[in-house]
């Protein structure tokens, strides 16, 4: 027997091997999609249904209303300023894991992962035994009339405490990766630090820097927990969008609720749609 016709033999061997049944292929496949019908789409459906109940006029008129527009505006705002913060303490985090050896590095690791464990809700309460007005800085921030708690700070300050991971997650694994091959052979060529950062580190992270910054964003939109507790929830000024769903919500306006809840999945959808359409530019496995 002749050594290719032993090699397809085992191909298929092993091909046959790995196959399942069609029977176990579409089970699990309908399980999937039941389940991201049930738990997923259902209730997105079911919320455009009910934010359409009383017409686009209606629909229209919650939307445009003075507090809702200030509570999406406060929340880009809150969303666009913890964006590029994250995207900096993230790429420093990451740069210093992945390039360097040091004691405490795997306390690093375990601070950046922090926020994945700790609740929103207490990560609001430590701000404000910081930052509260009988917090630790509270009577230096009133002496000086700086507002953090109750205040667009405050709001800030959680949101990129809960979002911090997501940059650095997305970098350390891709710097791992990479290695200082690269680096290194720029600055024996001649480059200095920033050349080198700026034409070949920085191009080769691209996909995930983004990736985690539109991760970040997602994220920042629709937090709840912490701001909820550094806020005060005051319409028209310290109201993100995510309180106000809740607001309106407890009030029995479902559908105003609704309204406010569809611009957040669209943002959301939107975000989505350019990670998975463009994962080849951003490198994105």
Known sequence: MSTTLILKQSTKKS??????????????TSLALAFCGVFLLLPLVNVFAQAFSKGWGYYFGALSH???????????????ISVPLNVAFGLAAAW?????????????????????????????LMFIVLFG????????????????????????LATVFITF?????E???????TG??????????????????WHV?????????????????????????????????????????????FAKFNEGQIEAANAIAIVLALFSFLIFSVLFFARDWLDVD
């Open 201 to 245: 580190t920085l191009p080769s992270l691209r996909g995930a820097i983004l990736s985690g910054a539109l991760l970040t964003f997602a994220r920042a939109i629709g937090e709840f927990g912490s701001t909820i507790m550094v806020s005060g929830n005051l319409a028209g000024r310290t109201q993100t969008a995510p309180l106000y769903i």
């Open 66 to 80: 003075p507090d809702s527009v200030s509570a999406i505006k406060l929340t880009l705002l809150v969303a666009g």
């Open 15 to 28: 091909q046959r091997g790995t196959e399942e049944s069609p029977f176990v292929k579409w089970t699990l």
């Open 171 to 177: 970098l350390i694994p891709v710097m791992q990766a």
């Open 180 to 197: 200082m091959e690269q680096e290194e052979a720029a600055m024996t060529l001649g480059a200095n630090g920033w050349q080198t950062f």
């Open 133 to 156: 007005l009988q917090g630790f800085f509270g009577k230096f921030l009133d002496a000086h009339n700086a507002k953090i708690i109750f205040a667009v700070p405050g709001i800030v």
């Open 96 to 124: 210093a894991i992945a390039k360097f050896q040091f004691k405490g590095k795997p306390l690093l690791i375990t601070l950046i992962d922090l926020p994945f464990s700790v609740s929103p809700v207490v990560a609001g």
């Open 165 to 169: 991971p997501f940059v650095a997650r």
